[in-house]
């Protein structure tokens, strides 16, 4: 079992930044790959970043490309989104995820196995 606490989320002005914390605890938390999804009111839950530990690989949805990094820090077990030039529809509720995943299935929320309990981001116009 793996379990992630994400924290860092809250209200923020248009143009403004965030950066989220997802804490891992568990099993060896550098065996997966580790991934941002976020859902707001009435949509479903949605890709934004997700790191191969193996390959120091990232990948991003097209929506956050340029405005939002995703980094991990193997040796205190957390991985971290920074959100920078933010949009009122960057707002949601932000999840962390852990899963073995594929680079061919890496956005598929189906394909991750263990998730945190979520924290809201509002930014407003």
């Known amino acids: 079992q793996v379990q992630l606490v994400e924290s860092g989320g809250g209200l923020v002005q248009a143009g403004g930044s965030l950066r989220l914390s997802c804490a891992a605890s568990?099993?060896?938390?550098?065996?997966?790959?580790m991934g941002w999804f976020r859902q707001a009111p009435g949509k479903e839950r949605e890709f934004v970043a997700t790191?191969?530990?193996?390959?120091?690989?990232?990948y991003y949805a097209d929506s956050v490309k340029g405005r939002f990094t995703i980094s991990r820090d193997n040796a205190m077990s957390t991985v971290y989104l920074q959100m920078n030039s933010l949009k009122p529809e960057d707002t949601a509720v932000y999840y962390c995820?852990?899963?073995?995943?594929?680079?061919?299935?890496?956005?598929?929320?189906?394909?991750?196995?263990?998730w945190g309990q979520g924290t809201q981001v509002t930014v407003s116009s």
């Open positions: 995820a852990a899963g073995s995943v594929t680079w061919a299935t890496k956005s598929r929320p189906s394909e991750y196995n263990y």
């Open positions: 568990g099993r060896t938390f550098s065996r997966y790959a």
């Open positions: 790191n191969f530990w193996s390959s120091g690989t990232t």
